[in-house]
């Protein structure tokens, strides 16, 4: 007798079966999976927030604002979802469709693009 690879009951059946029911595979792949989605979904997260304070701080198209209060309001300058050079060599990175060039030191420039 084999038992269920998710649950370890006793089945009958097929030689080749791994679950003894589809519930049981359900949950056998849905645990596998979501360690792998675990990492994904916390850098996701990161990103809507990263969006969101970027956002928060633009409400005209385009504003200048300082590093440290995007700090302080929990930005992370490590993730964005792509990278935009322009024709001069400037380096836009944004999150989603908002994004930012830095300007100096303590300040960005934070633009939102529509496309």
């Known amino acids: 007798m084999r038992r269920c690879v998710n649950c370890k009951s006793m089945m009958l059946g097929r030689s080749d079966k791994k679950f003894c029911d589809d519930g049981c595979r359900s949950s056998y792949n849905n645990k596998r999976r979501a360690s792998e989605l675990a990492s994904v979904r916390r850098i996701n997260a990161v990103l809507f927030q990263n969006r969101r304070i970027l ?31 322009t024709n001069k060599g400037h380096e836009y990175f944004f999150c989603y469709d908002y994004g930012y060039l830095q300007i100096n030191q303590d300040e960005v420039l934070v633009v939102h693009r529509l496309e």
């Open 55 to 85: 956002k928060n701080n633009n409400p005209y198209g385009k504003a200048k604002v300082k590093k440290g209060k995007l700090l302080l309001e929990g930005f992370d300058f490590n993730y964005h979802t792509h990278l935009y050079i």
